[in-house]
Each structure stands twice: as C-alpha cells, then as structure tokens.
C-alpha cells in the first residue's frame, strides 16, 4: 500500500506513549477519503488499517487513552 499514499497527515506523539505512537497518512484516489494508520510499538509497525480520513484526528486527540 505504500504506493497508494499521497501524504503524510500527522505522526506522534513526539514522546512515544508507553512505546507507541501513530502515522496516519492520506490515500491517493480512489481511496482518498480514508487513510492509512499505522500503530508502531518502539518504530516498528504492529498495527495498520485503513480509516475514514475526516476522523483521524480523534485518533491523535485520544491516543494516550486508546
């Protein structure tokens, strides 16, 4: 899916929360309205699921309480 990314959206947070932190990146057409998230545990990735784009930032906002 790498090829299909338009964009990095957000990555963090800049201190990793107990290990992890998150990259969310928009998707070129004909997936632009959902994004790719990637949960990373000490910079390696073990989580990534595509996401409606217009809701990423509640991911962001929340993430030390997912």
Known sequence: MPDMIECIAFKGPNTPDRGYTVRASYLKEPLS??????????????????????????????????
């Open 33 to 66: 309205a959902d994004a790719l998230i990637e949960v990373m545990r000490y910079g390696e990735i073990v989580q990534s699921f595509v996401f409606p784009a217009y809701k990423i930032y509640n991911i962001q906002a929340h993430f030390g309480e997912i």
